[in-house]
């Protein structure tokens, strides 16, 4: 079985072809992140043209590099949600016009389900087993029962942690900076906080009082902007310039962020060993999502794996940000599980499937 993938749902246009044992056969990415850093944020009518001018030459260089055919594949898979709509349409676009002219299968992807089966490429993980999402657009803690079977145990009340660290990093004014300026935030706020003191800033731990497994991230926002702000009276630097005390801002931020998701991912572990939906042989936790590539919240999450008698895995970097990779695996899971294929999109108004997300009551443990 041979799957390609297409992932357009952000900034990123990628695609990929992997085999039912999850060996990545070729692959390519372009992305946008140069582009949006400058403007300050996505602005989604570029990211659909940038999709539109990327699509083609990425699938064909693709298959190329793959050495197969259009005809040689068992199927199409594509995000289609969550994103932005107008990015997600390119590679919709483009993946049915694909499976109409080549006659073959097609199996639309949720964008966060592919990021929690990731892991699955490269470890043998199976069913079920506690995620932790966190990128750019989310923050949750589920446990993975099965492909699209998700029990949802808690989740950012507001902004995601991938969010605040490009906001932060936008507020510091990293992309003045030369050796940041092609990063994401959340890469570059990583980078600038290894020169940083993080005991040179205190913020507040969001929802310490909260008993359950939710997650918040605007207060922290708020509080770094004030501190910023302050700072920049003092220190008498305009606002755009950057601050002596830049990198103790990021190491205190990403140190707040990092202990806000151990401390929450600690009550679900403990939660999911109490009603044994995590065994001592099945006790595993799975890191993913852009995030997941920050090391210094892998390392603060390891302590609490430790500590619970966890094992802690996460995807390769490269696997952790969006990528081609994770949305042909998908497919491949899906096409062997008989899943959500859809062989006829002649005239199709994709309806976009929820992920299946069950609350499992943990408020009141
Ligand atoms: P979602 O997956 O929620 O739809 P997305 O697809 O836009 O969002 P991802 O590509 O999964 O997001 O992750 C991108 C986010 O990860 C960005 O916010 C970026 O700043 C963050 N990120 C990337 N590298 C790192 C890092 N090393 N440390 C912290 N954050 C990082
Ligand atoms: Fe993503």
Same mark, same amino acid.
């Given at each position: 079985k041979l799957v390609l993938g297409i992932e357009t749902s952000c900034d990123d246009t990628a695609a990929a072809v992997v085999d039912e044992t999850g060996s990545i056969l070729g692959e390519a990415i372009h992305s946008q992140t140069e582009v949006h850093l400058k403007t300050g944020g996505i602005i989604p009518s570029v990211a659909q043209q940038l999709h539109r001018e990327n699509i083609e030459q990425i699938v064909k260089k693709t298959l190329c590099a793959s050495g197969? /055919?259009? $005809?040689? !594949? *068992?199927a199409v898979a594509t995000t289609?949600?969550?994103? =932005?709509a107008l990015s997600l349409g390119v590679g919709l676009e483009y993946s049915l016009q694909l499976v109409n002219q080549y006659k073959k299968p097609f199996i639309p992807i949720h964008h966060m389900e592919a990021h929690a089966l990731t892991i699955r490429i490269t470890n043998k993980v199976d069913f079920p087993f506690l995620v932790l999402l966190v990128s750019g657009g989310h923050c949750l803690l589920a446990i993975v029962q099965g492909i699209s079977d998700f029990l949802l145990l808690g989740k950012s009340l507001d902004m995601a942690p991938g969010d605040l660290l490009d906001k932060v990093a936008r507020r510091l004014s990293l992309i003045k900076h030369p050796a940041y300026s092609t990063m994401s935030g959340g890469k570059a706020i990583e980078h600038l906080a290894k020169q940083g $003191?993080? !005991?040179h800033f205190d913020f507040q731990h969001p929802l310490h009082y909260c008993r359950n497994c939710n997650f918040s991230f605007s207060g922290l926002q708020t509080a770094v902007d004030k501190i910023i702000t302050q700072k920049e009276k003092e220190e008498g630097v305009e606002k755009g310039h950057i601050l002596s005390c830049a990198a103790d801002i990021a190491a205190a931020v990403q140190h707040t962020v990092a202990s806000h998701i151990a401390k929450r991912t600690h009550r679900a572990i403990l939660f999911c060993q109490q009603r044994g939906f995590l065994t001592p042989s099945n006790a595993i936790l799975v890191v993913s999502g852009g995030?997941? *590539?920050?090391l210094y919240i892998r390392r603060t999450l390891e302590i609490v794996t430790r500590a619970t008698n966890c094992v802690l895995l996460c995807p390769p970097v490269k696997l952790c /940000?969006?990528?081609g990779i994770m949305i042909a695996w998908n497919g491949v899971e899906r096409l062997r599980a008989g =899943?959500?294929? !859809?062989y006829n999109t002649e005239g199709l108004r994709y309806e976009p499937k929820e992920l299946t997300v069950k609350p499992a009551g943990i408020a009141s443990y």
């Open positions: 197969v /055919t259009p $005809n040689e !594949l *068992s289609v949600k969550p994103g =932005l $003191n993080r !005991l995030v997941a *590539s920050n /940000t969006d990528n =899943l959500g294929i !859809l």
